[in-house]
T-cell receptor
Framework: GAGVSQSPSNKVTEKGKDVELRCDPI?????LYWYRQSLGQGLEFLIY????????KSGLPSDRFSAERTGGSVSTLTIQRTQQEDSAVYLC????????????FGPGTRLTVL | GQQLNQSPQSMFIQEGEDVSMNCTSS?????WLWYKQDPGEGPVLLIA?????ELTSNGRLTAQFGITRKDSFLNISASIPSDVGIYFC???????????FGKGTRLSVIA
C-alpha cells in the first residue's frame, strides 16, 4: 500500500496479558518511529529505528515495553504484563533517511487494558 | 526535557473566519512542523519549516518559524468545515533527535 499501515486497529486486553502491535512502514522509508497518544494529549515518543537498529530507546516508559524491526521494514511493539495506564493509541510513523523530520503516520492501534 | 506549549487548546469559529494558533518552546528547535489529526486517523503533515524567520504557505495555511527559534504559528484563512480536527505543532532540536509534540489545538468550525 501507499501509506503506513498498523494492525490491529483496536485491541482490548486484560490487565497482565502481553500484546503485540504491528507497523508496516512506507516502502523505502528507512526510519520508523513509535509514539503513544493518551486521550486529549499530544504524542509521546517511544522508540526510533534506523534500519533494524534502534539508536534511541529513550522514550520507552518501562522494561515491559520492547520493539523490534526486521528486514528494515515491519516493526513490532510488544507490551508485556499490560497495565491499565498502558491504554492509549499507539502510532507508528516512517520517514526517508534524508528527511527524518517529515514523518508519515499510520492510523494507530487503540489499546484498551481492562 | 523539552516541552512545547501550544495554544489555544480549543477554538470554536464560524465558517469563513481566519484562525491562528501558536507554539512556544523553552528551548531552541531547528525544525518546526505542523500536523493535523482527524478522528481515528494518524496525524498528517501540513507544513515543515527549516529556517528561522521562514514563512511558508500551503493553500489556505500559512506557518512561520519564529526568529528566536523558540516559537511558531499556524494561520488558516477562510476556514471551511473540513478544517475541523486537532492541529499539532512539533519541533526537532537536531537531525536525529525525536520530534517533540505540543498537546494540540482542537478546531471546531460552525457552518
Amino acid at each position: 500500500g501507499a501509506g503506513v499501515s498498523q494492525s490491529p486497529s483496536n485491541k482490548v486486553t486484560e490487565k497482565g496479558k502481553d500484546v503485540e502491535l504491528r507497523c508496516d512502514p512506507i516502502s523505502g522509508h528507512t526510519a520508523l518511529y513509535w509514539y503513544r497518544q493518551s486521550l486529549g494529549q499530544g504524542l509521546e515518543f517511544l522508540i526510533y529505528f534506523q534500519g533494524n537498529s534502534a539508536p534511541d530507546k529513550s522514550g520507552l516508559p518501562s522494561d515491559r515495553f520492547s520493539a523490534e524491526r526486521t528486514g528494515g521494514s515491519v516493526s513490532t511493539l510488544t507490551i508485556q504484563r499490560t497495565q491499565q495506564e498502558d491504554s492509549a493509541v499507539y502510532l507508528c510513523a516512517s520517514s526517508r533517511m534524508d528527511r527524518p523530520n517529515e514523518q508519515f503516520f499510520g492510523p494507530g492501534t487503540r489499546l484498551t487494558v481492562l | 526535557g523539552q516541552q512545547l506549549n501550544q495554544s489555544p487548546q480549543s477554538m470554536f469559529i464560524q465558517e469563513g473566519e481566519d484562525v491562528s494558533m501558536n507554539c512556544t518552546s523553552s528551548s531552541i528547535f531547528n525544525t518546526w512542523l505542523w500536523y493535523k489529526q482527524d478522528p481515528g486517523e494518524g496525524p498528517v503533515l501540513l507544513i515543515a519549516l527549516y529556517k528561522a524567520g521562514e514563512l511558508t504557505s500551503n493553500g489556505r495555511l500559512t506557518a512561520q518559524f519564529g526568529i528566536t527559534r523558540k516559537d511558531s504559528f499556524l494561520n488558516i484563512s477562510a476556514s471551511i468545515p473540513s478544517d475541523v480536527g486537532i492541529y499539532f505543532c512539533a519541533g526537532q532540536a537536531s537531525g536525529n533527535t525525536p520530534l517533540v509534540f505540543g498537546k494540540g489545538t482542537r478546531l471546531s468550525v460552525i457552518a
